[in-house]
């Protein structure tokens, strides 16, 4: 069986790739699909988005199918921009794309002491059958901290400004398997695939 990651994202579709690489499962994402159009993500929470594309995709396509939602949750901006963290900056009419995403979480955070620039990543994942029906959800997170500058060129995203304390870097300073190792979709992925080598889905649900 193969596993479809349900993404455009040319960022998160190499994530995957790297973390599923070593895998018994064969997989492959939304651009060997150039016709599959796009999923509207409605929801107002991760989860609900996460859901949403992965059983569109998957009765789409007709097959097993992966799909994350994910972002950034700010405690000082009362957990924005969380599910809107891709077009932040379009909805307030600063531009669009990565850079002009974090130039404007820079300028909201600008005048936030440095012990209240807490935040995390947030991660879920639902897996769905190839009938749209979901068969598993899960959810992780990675704590750190907004910085007043980016730094790296690892990543995508906001992790040039997300610092991990622990480890006085910040994501887009980690290796591709430091980051996959302490990451919200490295530890939602692993989660994810226990889960489905434990129950044996792909092979228990097509025989059936």
Not at 50 to 71: M, N, P, Q, V
Request: net charge neutral.
């Amino acid at each position: 069986m193969t596993l479809l990651i349900a993404t455009h994202n040319k960022g998160k579709a190499a994530e995957f790739g790297d973390m599923l690489g070593n895998s018994s499962m064969q997989w492959c994402d939304l651009s060997a699909f150039p016709k599959s159009g796009e999923v509207q993500e409605t929801g107002e929470t991760f989860l609900a988005n996460a859901c949403l594309k992965a059983s569109t995709y998957a009765k789409r396509l007709g097959h097993w199918t992966i799909a994350d939602d994910s972002g950034l949750e700010v405690d000082a901006l009362g957990g924005a921009p969380g599910v809107y963290s891709a077009r932040w900056a379009v909805m307030h009419g600063t531009g669009q794309g990565d850079q002009a995403n974090n130039l404007l979480l820079l300028q909201q955070l600008q005048n936030v002491p440095d012990a209240q620039r807490t935040a995390r990543f947030v991660c879920t994942l639902a897996l769905s059958d190839p009938f749209g029906q979901i068969i598993i959800t899960v959810r992780d997170t990675v704590e750190g901290s907004i910085l007043r500058e980016l730094r790296g060129t690892n990543g995508f995203g906001y992790d040039p400004m997300f610092m991990i304390p622990s480890l006085g870097k910040t994501t887009a300073e980690l290796s591709s398997e430091q980051k996959h190792a302490i990451s919200h979709r490295g530890k939602a992925l692993r989660r994810m695939k226990q889960l489905i080598m434990r129950y044996d889905l792909f092979h228990r649900k097509t025989q059936s």
